[in-house]
């Protein structure tokens, strides 16, 4: 994944950002400073989450710890139909997509902690984040989706993907020496 030189907040950087980001959204208005911040931790958030799928199997990896299961169940009950592995931004923001995932995601309110906060989402599990693989999301609905593709197992193509070039590098490596 490409660096876009968010990385240059740097400790006390990423730390300012937090207590800000924070604050309530009504406080800030189209600050660039914010919007920078909020992105690099977007970035970051994504970047660490790919690394984690690219690195297990994903079929066992819990998110959120406890929630998972009623996080799952629920989104199964309001979306029982919906294909995971794969969306498009119209199924998670269109004004009729709004009107179905409004009441799955406040019903986390106060059950998962930042459920409301803009996270970055692959829509396509078997890519990586890119511009044009990636919206944003409020955390719950990232949560819904991913939990998903990781129990249905849409997430494993990211993991053999990976292991296989780790393969094709380490077999390279032992013929070098």
Partial sequence: MAD???GSL???GSLAAAGALSQSAEKYVNNPDLELAWA???FQHAEVYFNLISAVDTTCLKLTG?????????FRNYFPDM?????TEDELKSQE???KWR???????GKVEDFNYGTLLRLRSDQDYSEENSCIVPRIQFYAMEIARNREGHNLAVWKKT????GTTEDIAQEQS
Wanted: hydrophobic fraction near 35%; charge should be negative.
């Fill in 83 to 87: 294909n995971v592995a794969a969306v």
């Fill in 66 to 74: 406890k929630m998972d299961e009623e996080i799952y169940t629920e």
């Fill in 4 to 6: 876009f030189g968010l």
């Fill in 163 to 166: 292991k296989e070039e780790k």
């Fill in 97 to 99: 997509a709004k009107s």
């Fill in 10 to 12: 740097g400790p006390a």
């Fill in 103 to 109: 009441p799955f995601c406040n019903q986390f309110e």
């Fill in 40 to 42: 690099s931790k977007a």
